[in-house]
DNA sequence: ACAAGTCTTGAGAACGCTCTCAAGATGCGC
DNA sequence: GCGCATCTTGAGAGCGTTCTCAAGACTTGT
């Protein structure tokens, strides 16, 4: 029925210019040795017969597969996902990676695999012997599973762990973690806060880890106290609410917090509002992701910029650039940036009798 | 240097099963014809040596590629396509195609083409000469270009087509636009809204229309007027700021809008707030698409559900299902729903004597 | 002009899989 | 128990590419 359209094979072009397959595979790998004459003919054939090799003939013969791969939790419908949606590191990854690889004739998939359970080998296992990748990307808290990074590196693919600084095999990229919570912790020190507490994620998390020793250290040095001013969260938005609270309970004089993400710190936002706090007047609230929900909250919160989008592209352009080798294990960090939106101020003044330059808000 | 872990073939699991290479084929396809006892002797070897067939192996032996390929546009910027994050179709679309997908053991590659020029013949072409995916998956604009969905035609190759359902090649899929419409504007209409607008998307987009139809339907029904109540947008933001001043300047009494896109009613929100217009109390919105923003915006939007992931999951079904043929052309509706938030409210009482039940908000 | 190189080109095998086709094993009817 | 049909199994070719290696063409130095 339908004229089935034969492909255009190396073969074509080797009959149309006139030439063997190799001297065609030359030209196409832009190998050394061929004539310029031959080589613009051979080229000529090409664009007329629009040859272009196929992917998997070239994996075949042993070449690169074009392919890295990023591996993502399973156990989520898509329910899940829709929710979780401009809220994750998921989707900013995915538009990093994709594009990245594009530009270097790569392509990227996203591979979900149970992380969770002791399947992840043999689902890993799987994904790779299938796909056979140049590289894998791994992101927190992958980027520091044992069972993943041991079987990569057995497998002796290149990947890169991202959110990891730990030695060992992959290569390794932060996001400075630890300089941006400080940053954000100075910068509310500047404007006068006293009391700044921190809404951290969980410590299988490094980089939750990391962020405290941030701020921890900004108040250090500015002699304020920690005490009983770390939460810790999951990053999503319940344990936020759950977090907020605890914090206000425990501090009538509480006037920053700090949130390990966007959820949670919207989350803290909402138990302002609750409870007549305006923000930023009442309280200063700073966020970290930065992911596009922040914009449009009121008021849009300031937030830590995690450059996941630019680390992902670092990433690539490593397991392209690197290949099969690859023992340099220098931690490459992507600087995040303090984005000021509307969420923070100085905090009010402390003398009762002061009026705000406002009302309070509603009840 | 490193031990080379060699890969496990078909080869290797027969001569440990000490079978033929097709009789190992045979197991792993579920072909028909093999002697129980025998194939549970191979699936031990397979399981024991954790063998996985080679994709690429497959494809170059006339199997399916187990591809499927989601076209987007090119010329985007990182930069660019953060700033459009959580905004945007691309990362819902991704997210159902994946793990739809993923479910099937398929996999879903995004190819980055520049549409707009001529350029798409061309770039196209190569993706699917270098991929040969099993189908491919095409959403507004893309779905209603001609050099497009001919190209993909003619190479025989499944496709499908979200948001078109124009006759033709390729499986159309639509999310019932016009009726979406005509719900979202009799809900206003049903709490009293007589004064009715909207902010349309962009013509080439048939769903534009479709939306524009059922407004103007509803409208008609309740014998309510739609003169100088439209406004064309490009479902950008700017754009959406630009059409809700036209239609407040030009309707001092209109107390509800409808826009086409997240982005553009988000966009109305913030304008409805410079003029010290109150939503819903002033002024009532309904948004499409129900990205993820719209939940976290003040006050959250009521919004038209667009249930894109769902619908790329239906696509991805219908390829995989379909495989080679296909000339089923009946359209495929996925419902989008109507999630109501808080930006919708009977329309103010008309005598200006009435007082509003609170403050008018800021100048 | 001749030997010893370097460039250029091509032939053939190999990659891991599935397809086609033929041969052997097994079942059925009488 | 024999002939035929059906099941089961395997051998070999082929998919489109790159790799290895060898042969021929062209340099260069003397």
Redesign the pocket.
Known sequence: MARVRK?V???DVAEDAG?????V??V??GG????PQ?RDKVRASIDRLG?V??LA??R????RSYIILAINDRERTLADWRARLGTDWVDQMLLGGILTCSQHGYRMMVELVDTHSDHVERELGAALSALQPDGVILTPPHSENRLITQLLAERNIPFARIGSNAPGPGIPLTMGDESAAHLATSRLIELGHRRIAMIAGPSQYSLSGWRIDGWKRALDEAGLPHDGLLEVGDFGYASGTRAARALLDRHADLTAIIGSSDQMTLAALEVARDRGLAVPHDLSLISFDNTPIVRFSQPPLTAVDQPIAETVSRAVEQLIARGPDGDDDAVIEVPAGLVERSSTAPPPVEAPAQAHAHAPGRA
């Open positions: 492909t094979t190396i073969r030439v063997s397959l190799q001297t595979s030359r196409v790998n050394p040795n061929v004539r031959l040859y090799p196929s003939a070239q075949m013969s042993g070449s």
